[in-house]
Nanobody, 131 residues
Framework: QVQVVESGGGLVQAGGSLRLSCAAS????????MGWFRQAPGKEREFVAA????????YYAASVKGRFTVSRDNAKNTLYLQMNSLKPEDTAVYYC????????????????????????WGQGTQVTVSS
């Protein structure tokens, strides 16, 4: 099983930027898909972004598309989440996930690719955006 450790969270003003890192170990990096989720106080954990194992494709939640970018460095076994133009509503604990799978959702009103999380979760890193 893959182990992941997040870092890079902090306090930032609205409009600012942060880069989260997720260091992975336990399996050959790049042989499994990875993603980011977040959970705000009193809310359920929600999908943020994901990258397919080959690195060819990335997917984003509508709320962060155009502002967040997921990338990885195979030499460092690390997945990143670059967050720009941060908003107070981005405040949450951000979690890295590994070994998830992708599938296509045929729901009528919101069809598209979805990332189903795997069993490998980090401890989370707090991101707080002040207004």
């Amino acid at each position: 099983q893959v182990q992941v450790v997040e870092s890079g969270g902090g306090l930032v003003q609205a409009g600012g930027s942060l880069r989260l890192s997720c260091a992975a170990s336990g399996r050959t990096f790049g042989s499994y898909s990875m993603g980011w989720f977040r959970q705000a106080p009193g809310k359920e954990r929600e999908f943020v972004a994901a990258m397919i194992w080959s690195g060819d494709s990335t997917y984003y939640a509508a709320s962060v598309k155009g502002r967040f970018t997921v990338s990885r460095d195979n030499a460092k076994n690390t997945l990143y989440l670059q967050m720009n133009s941060l908003k107070p509503e981005d405040t949450a604990v951000y979690y890295c996930n590994a070994e998830g799978t992708f599938y296509y959702s045929h729901t009528r009103y919101s069809p598209g690719v979805r990332y189903s999380p795997g069993g490998s979760w980090g401890q989370g890193t707090q991101v707080t955006v002040s207004s």
